[in-house]
C-alpha cells in the first residue's frame, strides 16, 4: 500500500496562483505514473493532470498553459502549479499513483488515491 499525502490547498482569488504538493510513501516512486484530479459538487472526477517516470506530461484543455504538473523523484513527491486561477477550478484535488502506466487519464487506472485538498478561487 501506497499512502498520498496532498497539501497546499486553499482559498485565494481569481487570477491568483497555488502550488499543490503530494508527498508520497514507499521506495517504488519513482517508477509510477502520477497524476492529480479534481471533483466539484455534484460532478464527476475530473482528470487534470499527469507525469509520467520519464516526466512526460498530460494536461486536460481546460488548464493546459495555467497548470503545471512536476515531480522530485528523490523527495518522493509531486506537485501542480496553478497559475491565473478561475472560479470553475473550485474543486477538492486528489493526487493519484499508478504502479505501471496503463491510462493517464482515466481514474480506473490509478492504484493509489490521497485524501484531496480543497481549493477554492473566489470571483
Known amino acids: 500500500q501506497v499512502q498520498l499525502v496532498e497539501s497546499g490547498g486553499g482559498l485565494v482569488q481569481a487570477g491568483g496562483s497555488l502550488r499543490l504538493s503530494c508527498a508520497a510513501s514507499?521506495?517504488?516512486?519513482?517508477?509510477?505514473?502520477m497524476g492529480w484530479f479534481r471533483q466539484a459538487p455534484g460532478k464527476e472526477r475530473e482528470f487534470v493532470a499527469a507525469?509520467?517516470?520519464?516526466?512526460?506530461?498530460y494536461y486536460t484543455g481546460s488548464v493546459k498553459g495555467r497548470f503545471t504538473i512536476s515531480r522530485d523523484n528523490a523527495k518522493n513527491t509531486v506537485f501542480l502549479r496553478m497559475n491565473s486561477l478561475k472560479p470553475e477550478d473550485t474543486a477538492v484535488y486528489y493526487c493519484?499513483?499508478?504502479?505501471?502506466?496503463?491510462?493517464?487519464?482515466?481514474?480506473?487506472?490509478?492504484?493509489?488515491w490521497g485524501q484531496g485538498t480543497q481549493v477554492t478561487v473566489s470571483s
Open positions: 493519484a499513483a499508478q504502479r505501471s502506466y496503463s491510462d493517464a487519464v482515466y481514474t480506473r487506472g490509478y492504484d493509489y
Open positions: 514507499g521506495r517504488m516512486f519513482s517508477s509510477y505514473l
Open positions: 507525469i509520467s517516470s520519464g516526466r512526460n506530461t
